[in-house]
């Protein structure tokens, strides 16, 4: 195995277009170290992202959002209180992932890129409208971050691409977010069903929203049909009671040893009312 | 296979190796350094047994590569006790916080970190700041009540430092 230190995703870029066997990119190393222990993936050519300058940093865009850089640990997102005011969604799924050990190494781009359904730092990043940059050979393109998953264990970047780095929008004024799993226990597991809501406010009323699903289809869904069920409403029981409804309809799970389809479409739909409520909640201003 | 020249420092001693690409922070200790008190538990992540800090940050060293380590500074079981015993060690033996003791220096290294970051944890912060840490004999309650009374007695020592 050839171990490579990059000082840009250009030249990262270019050593993977230019690599014949199996590749990986090595930023928090949480799954690749795992895989490649397990056997599962004997990489010829390792691209350490981390020697690349801004990597680490969390910086604000000139528009009011956030540019992450893509080997920012899980524990340095949860300790950046501007970061966390504006996002709280999207660090609290990233923060569920994992022991305190693994949220000193794990990253979002990293749990992005593993490609797994229940990844808990995904549906916040959907809901939220994040987008990546995605660095290949022949340059740099944005992409939304829903459109990176293409199934279990698979992205939709080209050979040769590699993040280079995860955008959050402005939050704006009266916006919040909320992300939910369901687990058997209280920490270090899988998600069996994770949703989050991002929605905003005029008044009482929602006027925005986007709800993503995490962990009941092959790739994690941002669903059209939740977030109509909620535009236009004060979030009241009846709307509440349409979001469940869209949520499971939505819900294309499988049954494994973690949940039954049928278990995991009911929890889809109260992931979703009690998200979207701590979502509000946010917006009005009423909790952390 | 080319190996990798690694230099780093461990426990305020710097320190040289050379590594195998694929070779984890923890067998470059274990094997090279001959600190055989961070223990595989089960080399994936899941039970802190080889938990030490990088650059301050707790990690487990069976998910790093040694490479990674270069020009960092880790921190290990072997460097917690200077002239005498770290008050979470001597708590850990009163209150008999451990049986085989396997997962001990990872519990001790993980519990150094969240009282240098809170020194005054409630008993829930414990636990959770600890639940990648498995301990398969104790039962977790008289590592709870160790690391609390290490805390307490921490705080008093910084008080009358002050």
Same mark, same amino acid.
């Given at each position: ?13 270019? %050593? #993977? /277009? $230019? +690599?014949?066997? !199996?590749?990986?990119?090595?930023? *928090?190393?949480? &799954?690749?170290? @795992? ?90 990043? %959907? #809901? /939220? $409208? +994040?987008?990546? !940059?995605?660095?290949?050979?022949? *340059?740099?393109? &944005?992409?939304? @971050? ?91 029981? #009846? /709307? ?49 | ?162």
């Amino acid at each position: 195995m050839r171990y490579h230190t990059p000082t840009s995703f250009a030249d990262a870029a270019a %050593i #993977a /277009a $230019g +690599a014949s066997g !199996t590749l990986r990119f090595l930023a *928090g190393g949480t &799954d690749v170290l @795992v895989q490649m222990r397990a056997g599962m993936v004997q990489p010829d050519d390792l691209i350490d992202l981390k020697h690349i300058p801004g990597v680490d940093k969390i910086e604000r865009t000139a528009e009011g959002g956030w540019r992450i850089g893509v080997a920012v640990p899980g524990i340095v997102l949860g300790g950046h209180a501007d970061l966390v005011r504006d996002w709280p969604g999207v660090v609290e799924g990233m923060n569920l992932v994992g022991s305190t050990q693994v949220q000193g190494r794990a990253t979002l781009a990293g749990n992005l890129c593993n490609g797994s359904p229940a990844a808990d730092s995904v549906p916040g990043l %959907i #809901a /939220a $409208g +994040a987008t990546v !940059t995605v660095t290949g050979p022949n *340059g740099s393109r &944005d992409l939304p @971050v829903e459109q990176v998953p293409a199934g279990p264990g698979k992205t939709n970047l080209a050979k040769g691409e590699v993040i280079s780095a995860i955008t959050l929008p402005p939050r704006g004024k009266n916006g919040g977010d909320a992300y939910l799993r369901f687990i058997p226990r209280t920490e270090m597991d899988i998600a069996v069903v994770g949703c989050a809501v991002s929605l905003r406010l005029d008044g009482d009323k929602v006027v925005e929203a986007r709800v993503a699903l995490g962990a009941v289809a092959p790739t994690v869904l941002l669903s059209e049909a939740c977030a109509r069920a909620i535009i236009g409403t004060t979030l009241d029981d #009846a /709307a509440l009671g349409a979001l469940a409804k869209a949520a499971e309809g939505e819900a294309k799970p499988i049954s494994d040893k973690r949940g039954t389809k049928e278990f995991r479409i009911a929890v889809a739909g109260v992931l979703a009312r009690r998200a979207a409520k701590i979502a509000y909640d946010r917006a009005k201003g009423l909790k952390a | 296979m080319s190996k990798i020249h690694v230099t780093t420092t461990v426990n305020g001693d710097p320190v040289e190796f050379l590594a195998d690409p694929r070779e984890t922070l923890l067998d470059a200790l274990r094997n090279q350094l001959d600190l055989t008190g961070t223990k595989e538990g089960c080399g994936t992540g899941d039970c802190g047994a080889c938990s030490v800090t990088v650059d301050g940050t707790l990690v487990c060293s069976c998910l790093m590569l040694a490479a990674e380590a270069n020009g960092k500074r880790v921190e290990t079981i072997e460097g917690m006790a200077k002239e005498a015993l770290h008050p979470l060690q001597r708590k850990f033996i009163e209150h008999a916080a451990l049986q085989c003791g396997f997962c001990t220096p990872g519990i001790l290294v993980a519990a150094k970190a969240l009282l240098e970051r809170n020194p005054d944890p409630t008993d829930t912060e414990v636990r959770y700041w600890l639940a990648g840490n498995l301990c398969r004999c104790t039962g977790y309650d008289k590592i709870i009540r160790a690391v609390q009374d290490a805390a307490a007695e921490m705080r008093q020592e910084h008080r009358g430092a002050a």
